[in-house]
């Protein structure tokens, strides 16, 4: 029997029981909105994010060290609590191979996983 993930979209992580039980006694996460959050049966999780370039820059869309610094450093709290993180760049999606990226990462994150399905 084949025991893929839940994919929940738009998840705001203080509704992920695992992590508000892990959290109790410590600060809470500052960035809490994710896209797409992969919960396993052997209580991995998995963060995935599609940036677009509010993630990235000012409203006047120059790049913003600031702001990526502020990202990875919320990322780094994330990972320290225990979530894998892959994020992808909005353009990726803009190209006309988003379907062979999308497979292509799921087979390899099932892969590493040790995640089995159907083909």
Not at 12 to 27: A, F, G, I, N
Not at 56 to 79: F, I, T
Request: no cysteine; glycine share 4%; net charge negative.
């Amino acid at each position: 029997m084949e025991k893929l993930p839940a994919l929940i979209p738009q998840v705001y992580l203080h509704y992920d029981p695992y992590t508000t039980r892990e959290l109790k006694h410590s600060s809470i996460l500052s960035r809490q909105r994710m896209d797409f959050l992969l919960l396993f049966s052997n209580h991995e999780r998995i963060v995935i994010e599609i940036d677009g370039k509010q993630h990235y820059s000012d409203e006047d869309e120059k790049a913003n060290p600031k702001k990526y610094a502020e990202m990875v450093a919320a990322d780094r709290s994330l990972r320290l609590a225990g979530y894998e993180i892959y994020r992808f760049g909005g353009s990726e999606f803009q190209d006309d191979n988003y379907v062979e990226l999308i497979e292509t990462f799921f087979r390899d994150l099932f892969k590493k996983h040790v995640i089995v399905t159907g083909k």
